[in-house]
């Protein structure tokens, strides 16, 4: 879409006498020249891939058996997320850990490892159905989960 020289607003090459926005007479530069698209896409091959959008229902269940490894972010493509996810629970676990093994004399042994990360296994499977229900949830690329 051609540009207004004045205004700079997108505007349609059937306005090349007046800018609808601003006013002014012969907006768009003498330069200005519209792309071909068959030159940008072959239109007869076809060699197209469509994209195959990830499931609510993959995601819910990745994030209820194995939320605590970031596997539901890594399927939508969210690298950042599930790598965040690794820390939390290696933070929860290791640090509540360590303070349970520590200050709780009955908790000498690896149950104080184990509680922390139950909890967040819980935590887990409950976040899972967010990703069962929400409709509105995106993957890495943007597209809508199906």
């Not at 076809?46 to 994209?51: D, E, I, M, S, T």
């Not at 499931?55 to 690298?79: N, S």
Request: charged share 20%; net charge neutral; hydrophobic share 40%.
């Amino acid at each position: 879409m051609p540009t207004s020289r004045y205004c700079h607003k997108e505007i349609s090459a059937f306005d090349k006498d007046v800018c609808p926005y601003c006013g002014e007479p012969h907006p768009i530069d003498e330069n200005y020249k519209t792309k071909d698209m068959t030159q940008f896409v072959d239109p007869v091959t076809g060699n197209y891939k469509l994209y195959k959008s990830k499931t609510h229902k993959t995601a819910g269940l990745l994030c209820l058996f194995l939320g605590w490894t970031g596997a539901q972010y890594f399927y939508l493509e969210e690298l950042k997320r599930g790598i965040i996810s690794i820390l939390v629970t290696l933070v929860v676990t290791g640090g509540i850990g360590a303070a349970l093994f520590f200050l709780v004399p009955a908790l000498h042994n690896a149950l104080a490892f184990v509680i922390p990360f139950a909890l967040n296994w819980l935590f887990y499977i409950g976040w899972s159905f967010v990703f069962f229900f929400k409709d509105s949830l995106k993957d890495g690329n943007g597209e809508f989960l199906r």
